[in-house]
């Protein structure tokens, strides 16, 4: 896929992303929908063009992902090989250090 693909099917994932409705949990309170679409705009104001990123590190070998959104110091990418969101950093040598957090977009970056 190209980056300008990446992009769009992100977009559309998030122009389509709907809260999870649920009950509360034994570990707090859910958040609040405000709260929520107050992430979701800091989200689309940090979503950058995507780019191939190194990954190494962890349980699973070196591979690349996709780098599609940066906010201070955090970084989400997407793992096309697994379909899955992730939540990261870039080191100094611009390759993504994996914080071992999946899920859906809007969620990995509200974990930053």
């Known amino acids: 896929m190209t980056p300008q693909e990446i992009s769009a099917a992100v ?46 590190g962890g349980d699973l070998p070196a591979r690349e992902v ?6 201070d110091d955090s970084i989400v990418f997407l793992d096309d090989a697994d379909h899955e969101y992730g939540l990261g950093a870039l080191n100094a040598e611009g390759e993504v250090e994996d914080y071992n ?12």
């Open 66 to 71: 996709w780098l599609i959104a940066a906010h």
């Open 11 to 56: 977009r559309t994932e998030l122009d389509g992303y709907r809260p999870p409705l649920g009950a509360r949990s034994p570990l707090g309170a859910p958040r609040s929908t405000k709260d929520i679409q107050s992430e979701i705009a800091v989200l689309r104001g940090a979503l950058v063009l995507p780019s191939r990123r190194r990954i190494a």
């Open 101 to 112: 957090v999946r899920g859906d977009l809007v969620g990995c970056f509200m974990a930053r």
